[in-house]
Structure formats: C-alpha cells, structure tokens
C-alpha cells in the first residue's frame, strides 16, 4: 500500500527565504505527482503537476523535482512572501491518488 | 488551470435532514470525480470515486447508503448526506481529474454542520 509522507510537518521562515519542503513515498510505480496549496477553509489549488517521465517542473518561484527510484519529491519555494503562507500538500498517483498529511508553513513579515 | 466549482461552501442543517452538495468541472470533461472528507489538521480522506453514468465506488468504511453519489452527466457530481447527524458535520471537498493531463482540480469545499 502506498505510503505518502511530508516533512516537515511545520515550517515557519522570514520573508525573503526560500522553502523547501520534503515529500517521500513508498512504491515508486506512480504515473503522477502533483503539489497543492490549501489555504484555511478552502479547497486545494493545483500547483504543480510532475509526470513520472519528468524530473522536475518550475512555475514562477516554484519548482518541483522528482526522484521516482528514491521515492522523493521537493518542493522549492524561492524568496518566500508572507502569501505563501498556507498548507502545501502531495498527492501521488498510482492505483489511486494518496495524499501526504501536509506541511503547514508560515512566512513572518 | 481549470475550474472546478463546489456548491454550498457552507451549510447548516438540523439532524435527521438531508444535504446535496454539487461539484461542477466547468472548462473540462470530467467522467471521474472524487470526493474527500477532510478533519481538522488532517489530510484529505478519499470517501468514493465517481464515475459519470455508472455507481460509485466507496472506499472502505463509507456508508453508501448515507453518503449517496450521482454523476449523471460528464461535469457534474452531487453528494447527498442523508438524515445528517452532527458527527457529519466535517468538510466536504470534490475534486475532478482532467483525463488528458491526470492533473487533479479542487473545488473550494463544502462545510457542513449538523445541529
């Protein structure tokens, strides 16, 4: 059974830093993976989508790799801002989609 | 990105009553919907799969009976809580999967309290 797992599950960072943050999953036979923010109360916004051909995505300040034989995905967040602050969640997609916990970030002014 | 539409954000509901919320893709085909219920700090819950023309499939635990899906045409899904009890109250998101692509879109969820 796929296993998705993010850490860390809390980031807090001053403005102006970049985010990375880690997404790991346990069978590396996947089509897909795909990055989402979710602010509080809200749904799920697509950020990035990797297919599993691809090693990396970039959109913007973001960019995504992907490692399919480690089983890892990294999400970099360059020159953060305190807009970025919100839960930012994996989803791979194998069988099914299987999402990880999240990892809840603050960007401080 | 496309655009997928969830319908009521929120709702309030006496116990015993019954809830439909709609999810609409509204730029793109979607024959596969799915719908999640998610708890407080917790990640997404995948509760059934939808499939436009035929029954859902529920994953293990869901009350089909209780929670009763429909996806009767290629953009709209609709999930009904029947007799709503409060430990229902949760929030419901729906998300459609581009069958081109694979990308997966949100609605904006819905919340729903039961009284």
């Known amino acids: 059974k796929q296993e998705v797992t993010q850490i860390p599950a809390a980031l807090s960072v001053p403005e102006g830093e970049n985010l990375v943050l880690n997404c790991s999953f346990t069978d590396s036979a996947i089509y897909n993976l795909q990055w989402f923010r979710q602010d509080p109360g809200k749904g799920l916004t697509s950020l990035l989508l990797?297919?599993?051909?691809?090693r990396e995505q970039t959109s913007g300040r973001l960019n995504a790799s992907l490692d399919k034989s480690s089983g890892r995905s990294t999400l970099y967040i360059a020159a953060s801002q305190p807009g970025d602050s919100a839960t930012y969640l994996c989803a791979v997609k194998g069988g099914k989609f299987q999402f990880g916990a999240g990892t809840q970030v603050v960007v401080t002014p | 990105g496309a655009v997928v539409s969830q319908h009521p954000s929120r709702v309030i509901c006496k116990s015993g009553t019954s809830v439909k919320i709609e999810c609409r893709s509204l730029d793109f085909q979607a024959t596969t919907m799915f719908w999640y219920r998610q708890f407080p700090k917790q990640s997404l819950m995948l509760m059934a799969t939808s499939n436009e023309g035929s029954k859902a499939t529920y994953e293990q635990g869901v009350e089909k009976d209780k929670f009763l899906i429909n996806h009767a045409s290629l953009t709209l899904s609709t999930l009904t809580v029947t007799s709503a009890h409060p430990e229902d109250s949760s929030f419901y998101i729906c998300?459609?999967?581009?069958?081109?692509?694979?990308?997966?879109?949100f609605g904006e969820g819905s919340r729903l309290t039961v009284l």
């Open positions: 998300s459609a999967r581009d069958y081109d692509t694979g990308e997966l879109f």
């Open positions: 990797i297919q599993s051909s691809q």
